[in-house]
């Protein structure tokens, strides 16, 4: 399978975006997902988790809140809708298939997308 992130962008502070994940190869609606982001110096951070059903859902410190994460099993898609977005999320956001273990660990992925830049001015 392969992943790709699109539509990050440059935001000003409080606004939003969603960025997208696509898959294509093996059957993705099987596939529980995850968003990690990361910043220039920092370590890879998790952000938010999806089933394959789409009905549970998880989120990390850096997601909680502000973003909600949803899934299109019929588009190959999860989505990853971002709100009032502050200056600290500016990073690369990826996306990966969750393969076994605990979610927010990036060791429990594999087929990682590239990522896809999002800039948050003040």
């Known amino acids: 399978v392969q992943l790709q992130a699109s539509g990050g962008g440059l935001v000003q502070a409080g606004g939003s975006l969603r960025v997208s994940c696509v898959a294509s190869?093996?059957?993705?609606?099987?596939?529980?997902t995850g968003w990690f982001r990361q910043a220039p110096g920092k370590e890879r951070e998790f952000v938010a988790f999806i089933d394959w059903s789409g009905s549970g859902l998880f989120y990390g410190n850096a997601g909680k809140g502000r973003f909600t994460i949803s899934r299109d099993n019929a588009r190959n898609t999860v989505y990853l809708q971002m709100n009032s977005l502050k200056p600290e999320d500016t990073a690369v956001y990826y996306c990966?298939?969750?393969?076994?273990?605990?979610?927010?660990?990036?060791?429990?992925?594999?087929?990682w997308g590239k990522g896809t830049q999002v800039t948050v001015s003040s």
């Open positions: 990966a298939a969750h393969r076994s273990g605990s979610v927010m660990f990036p060791g429990s992925y594999e087929y």
């Open positions: 190869g093996r059957t993705f609606s099987t596939t529980a």
